[in-house]
């Protein structure tokens, strides 16, 4: 079992920054992929950015110059970076990781319980 312990969210005024981290502890072997979403009030759950194990990253179009995501895998964690923070990107960021617990075993997807990300105007 996987577990995801994120950080750093918080009331920010806009133009402002902030650092997400999220970092995955227990039983792994690998982790492949990471992820964040957000999920503001009224609205589905949408991805933000990615990366994966080969530090790939892809991001949604709307932060794109703005968030950076980077990961550490001797820490086995998770960076957001957010800068130029706007009103719209208030929400509820939720960390997400595949992860395999075994040399051969199936990868699974694992969330985190979310942290706030207030900003305002």
């Known amino acids: 079992q996987v577990q995801l312990m994120e950080s750093g969210g918080g009331l920010v005024q806009a133009g402002g920054s902030l650092r997400l981290s999220c970092a995955a502890s227990?039983?792994?072997?690998?982790?492949?992929?990471m992820a964040w979403y957000r999920q503001a009030p009224g609205n589905s759950r949408e991805f933000v950015a990615s990366?994966?194990?080969?530090?790939?990253?892809n991001y949604v179009d709307s932060v794109k110059g703005r968030f950076t995501i980077s990961r550490d895998n001797a820490k086995n964690t998770v960076y957001l970076q957010m800068n130029s923070l706007k009103s719209e990107d208030t929400a509820v960021y939720y960390c997400y990781v595949i992860a395999s617990t075994t040399a051969r075993g199936p990868a699974y997807q694992y969330w985190g319980q979310g942290t706030q990300v207030t900003v305002s105007s």
């Open positions: 990366i994966t194990s080969g530090e790939s990253t």
């Open positions: 227990g039983s792994m072997f690998s982790i492949n992929h």
